[in-house]
């Protein structure tokens, strides 16, 4: 704790060049999109397993607080990922450490360049969400932070865990403080390379589910009735569940390609983000042992979860009733008026819906 | 011209209570551009404060004995002239190891990490009768890093090491470096498994603090990036092209 407090203090201190911001900015934006990645996984994993928590969950994200999240979110991504291009480029050609502070600035230039259209069209989602009727439907503040209350309450718990996991296996491992001599380890290695590789794979998988879920179509589509980004389905009872459904139900050459699509960008995003929480935390916990070895835990736990759900939602198939689940939980979350009937049309829908959806909703519920 | 000293004091043998560090002002007249920060710190020890207290040697930038933080960047005080840091200077010592006194840190943990790479000419082989002969090629591809004078400005620049002082630093890096990359030594494969350790090169986030603190004009973070691809290709051959050959053509 002590040497994050003097790290930050001294880093405003030092009068470091760009460099130096370059590498507070992209632990800033790392950090941020890992907290986000906790949340999304799991609530999207909802629309198999809980449909009313997931049309809710939406339903927050379609709350202003969540509107500047995203917006931070797309910036965060946007930094992170050519500013990672920048490491990686002159990890493998050390010389041209001369042209970095260059880099640095392109970066920046390059994030700003990128964010002024990216912007102006989810803005333009907004907006035209506010004009239209169904913003009358926006949650309260106070709603949104207390749904909220479980995240906290799981991360909380993740970490006392991880703590007390630590002190557990400290009390048996022994006092072994020695001073060890210095030898190589192949896993720093491994982790070395795979946070470069991984991280080049990562940027053209997740600037496409950006611009697919978050420019072209944003969150507040997730609930109309239109074609479902990336599919020719339209999503008929305009819930957020049937629009996981139209999605992860396409299928191209008998491969469910955007399950394959998310399966990949869950993988590597959830490895290379908890790996670069434990490269943050330890960083910061070199003198504790219990902390540092705390913080592995934590970032182990964290990825095994994130896969675990994740990959069980991308491997199940939604459930048949799901879709009307949703539909009840809309009109009960936004009290019934003018979703009352739709969600009565919706249902007949479904069945038109589910036909062309393959082997995804049955739909026997109708 | 007139110039304010802004130090970081420090006092172990202070009474209890006020042994806190603290900053001091101090104001030195008729300073001539083209004194040297170190003559300047000089001239307070002698003529106002006979208990600030520093370390220096030869005053030349050779020794590097005086690394200080001096306005915010770590150099050597006897490399920085009085016009180059305006009319008002900041002057603490530099930071992640212990402050013995004032501006005087303790450097044995940075020399531990200097000794853990094995910083010395290892080769086994049955001595020559006169030189091991090298060619000008193989003699550039370390050049670079054998400039090196120990003086911490890196290492203790680096936010990585400030907040963790087991991390082996910049400076044992750029020294392993410099016998690493030389082909007559065969220590190397020893040296890279030292630097593969958790707390070795991989703690080196690509921060850039530590090349421009370099009084030698060392590229440290360069030096660093070529230990960890010999790291990953198990070998230091090959891995240096760029820039070897230019004091061969510049010399003509």
Same mark, same amino acid.
């Given at each position: 704790?002590?040497?994050?407090?003097?790290?930050?203090?001294?880093?405003?201190?030092?009068?470091?060049?760009?460099?130096?911001?370059?590498?507070?900015? #992209?632990?800033?934006?790392?950090?941020?999109?890992?907290?986000?990645?906790?949340?999304?996984?799991?609530?999207?994993?909802?629309?198999?397993?809980? =449909?009313?928590?997931?049309?809710?969950?939406?339903?927050?994200?379609?709350?202003?607080?969540?509107?500047? @999240?995203? !917006?931070?979110?797309?910036?965060?991504?946007?930094? #992170?990922?050519?500013?990672?291009?920048?490491?990686?480029?002159?990890?493998?050609?050390?010389?041209?450490?001369?042209?970095?502070?260059?880099?640095?600035?392109?970066?920046?230039?390059?994030?700003? /360049?990128?964010?002024?259209?990216?912007? /102006?069209?989810?803005? *333009?989602?907004?907006?035209?969400?506010?004009?239209?009727?169904? *913003?009358?439907?926006?949650?309260?503040?106070?709603?949104?932070?207390?749904?909220?209350?479980?995240?906290?309450?799981?991360?909380?718990?993740?970490?006392?865990?991880?703590?007390?996991?630590?002190?557990? +296996?400290?009390?048996?491992?022994?006092?072994?403080?020695?001073?060890?001599?210095?030898?190589?380890?192949?896993?720093?290695?491994?982790?070395?390379?795979?946070?470069?590789?991984?991280?080049?794979?990562?940027?053209?998988?997740?600037?496409?589910?950006?611009?697919?879920?978050?420019?072209?179509?944003?969150? !507040?589509?997730?609930?109309?009735?239109? &074609?479902?980004?990336? +599919?020719?389905?339209?999503?008929?009872?305009?819930?957020?569940?049937? !629009?996981?459904?139209?999605?992860? @139900?396409?299928?191209?050459?008998?491969?469910?390609?955007?399950?394959?699509?998310?399966?990949?960008?869950?993988?590597?995003?959830?490895? #290379?983000?908890?790996?670069?929480?434990?490269?943050?935390?330890?960083?910061?916990?070199?003198?504790?042992?219990?902390?540092?070895?705390? *913080?592995?835990?934590?970032?182990?736990?964290?990825?095994?979860?994130?896969?675990?759900?994740?990959?069980?939602?991308?491997?199940?198939?939604?459930?048949?009733?799901?879709? $009307?689940?949703?539909?009840?939980?809309?009109?009960?979350?936004?009290?019934?008026?003018?979703?009352?009937?739709?969600?009565?049309?919706?249902?007949?829908?479904? $069945?038109?819906?589910?036909? %062309?959806? =393959?082997?995804?909703?049955?739909?026997?519920?109708? | 011209m007139?110039l304010?000293f802004?130090i970081?004091?420090?006092?172990?043998?202070?009474?209890?209570?006020?042994?806190?560090?603290?900053?001091? $002002?101090?104001?030195l007249?008729n300073v001539d551009e083209t004194d040297r920060v170190l003559e300047l710190l000089h001239r307070i020890k002698w003529?106002?404060?006979?208990?600030?207290?520093l370390r220096r040697a030869c005053a030349h930038g050779i020794c590097g004995s005086d690394a200080m933080?001096i306005n915010?960047v770590?150099k050597l005080a006897c490399k920085v002239l009085a016009k180059e840091v305006g009319?008002?200077v900041?002057i603490?010592?530099?930071?992640?190891?212990?402050?013995?006194?004032?501006l005087?840190?303790?450097?044995?943990?940075?020399?531990?990490?200097?000794?853990?790479?094995?910083?010395?000419?290892?080769?086994?082989?049955?001595? =020559?009768?006169?030189?091991?002969?090298?060619?000008?090629?193989?003699? %550039?591809?370390?050049?670079?890093?054998?400039?090196?004078?120990?003086c911490?400005?890196? +290492? &203790?620049?680096?936010?990585?090491?400030?907040?963790?002082?087991?991390?082996?630093?910049?400076?044992?890096?750029?020294?392993?470096?410099?016998? /690493?990359?030389?082909?007559?030594?065969?220590?190397?494969?020893?040296?890279?498994?030292?630097?593969?350790?958790?707390?070795?090169?991989?703690?080196?986030?690509?921060?850039?603090?530590? &090349?421009?603190?370099?009084p030698?004009?060392?590229?440290?973070?360069?030096?660093?990036?070529?230990?960890?691809?010999?790291?990953?290709?198990?070998? =230091?051959?090959?891995?240096?092209?760029?820039?070897?050959? %230019?004091?061969? +053509?510049?010399?003509?």
């Amino acid at each position: 704790m002590t040497s994050l407090v003097l790290t930050l203090t001294e880093t405003l201190r030092y009068r470091g060049a760009i460099g130096q911001w370059s590498w507070v900015l #992209h632990r800033l934006t790392g950090l941020g999109v890992v907290l986000f990645l906790t949340l999304h996984v799991i609530d999207t994993s909802w629309a198999v397993f809980y =449909p009313e928590l997931y049309v809710r969950a939406i339903a927050a994200y379609q709350t202003p607080l969540f509107t500047l @999240g995203e !917006f931070g979110l797309v910036a965060c991504v946007v930094y #992170h990922a050519y500013n990672g291009l920048r490491i990686a480029l002159i990890d493998t050609r050390p010389a041209w450490w001369k042209y970095q502070q260059r880099a640095a600035k392109i970066v920046l230039a390059a994030t700003g /360049i990128t964010l002024v259209p990216v912007f /102006i069209l989810m803005f *333009s989602h907004v907006v035209k969400f506010y004009q239209s009727p169904e *913003s009358a439907n926006v949650l309260p503040l106070v709603e949104v932070l207390r749904e909220q209350l479980p995240f906290i309450a799981g991360i909380a718990i993740a970490v006392i865990g991880a703590v007390l996991f630590s002190a557990v +296996t400290g009390v048996i491992a022994g006092d072994s403080e020695a001073q060890t001599k210095r030898q190589g380890s192949q896993i720093e290695r491994f982790w070395w390379s795979f946070m470069r590789i991984s991280g080049l794979l990562i940027v053209p998988l997740v600037f496409g589910h950006l611009a697919m879920m978050h420019i072209l179509q944003g969150v !507040f589509d997730i609930t109309t009735q239109t &074609t479902v980004v990336g +599919t020719p389905f339209i999503n008929e009872s305009a819930t957020a569940v049937e !629009f996981v459904a139209n999605r992860w @139900g396409l299928v191209v050459g008998g491969v469910f390609v955007w399950r394959v699509y998310d399966f990949a960008l869950l993988v590597l995003v959830t490895i #290379h983000g908890f790996n670069g929480l434990r490269y943050v935390l330890t960083d910061y916990t070199a003198k504790s042992r219990l902390l540092k070895n705390a *913080s592995i835990y934590l970032a182990t736990i964290g990825a095994v979860v994130l896969l675990v759900v994740g990959g069980a939602a991308l491997f199940n198939t939604i459930p048949a009733t799901a879709i $009307e689940q949703a539909e009840l939980a809309m009109e009960r979350l936004h009290g019934g008026e003018g979703e009352a009937h739709e969600a009565e049309s919706g249902a007949a829908s479904g $069945e038109t819906a589910a036909e %062309e959806v =393959p082997a995804e909703t049955p739909e026997s519920g109708s | 011209m007139d110039l304010t000293f802004r130090i970081r004091r420090f006092n172990p043998e202070a009474p209890e209570g006020k042994r806190k560090p603290y900053w001091q $002002e101090f104001t030195l007249q008729n300073v001539d551009e083209t004194d040297r920060v170190l003559e300047l710190l000089h001239r307070i020890k002698w003529e106002q404060d006979g208990t600030l207290t520093l370390r220096r040697a030869c005053a030349h930038g050779i020794c590097g004995s005086d690394a200080m933080r001096i306005n915010g960047v770590n150099k050597l005080a006897c490399k920085v002239l009085a016009k180059e840091v305006g009319a008002k200077v900041q002057i603490e010592p530099i930071l992640g190891l212990p402050v013995l006194k004032d501006l005087v840190v303790d450097m044995e943990p940075f020399f531990a990490h200097y000794r853990s790479v094995m910083p010395y000419f290892i080769n086994n082989s049955a001595e =020559p009768a006169r030189e091991r002969f090298q060619t000008q090629h193989d003699r %550039e591809l370390y050049d670079d890093t054998t400039k090196c004078i120990l003086c911490a400005c890196c +290492t &203790t620049s680096c936010p990585s090491y400030w907040a963790n002082g087991d991390y082996v630093g910049p400076a044992a890096i750029v020294q392993a470096h410099r016998f /690493i990359f030389d082909t007559r030594d065969e220590g190397a494969k020893e040296r890279l498994d030292v630097l593969a350790d958790p707390d070795g090169v991989w703690r080196c986030r690509t921060v850039y603090n530590c &090349t421009p603190a370099c009084p030698r004009g060392i590229q440290v973070t360069r030096a660093i990036g070529e230990v960890k691809l010999a790291i990953m290709r198990g070998s =230091p051959e090959g891995i240096i092209k760029e820039g070897v050959g %230019e004091i061969a +053509t510049s010399s003509g």
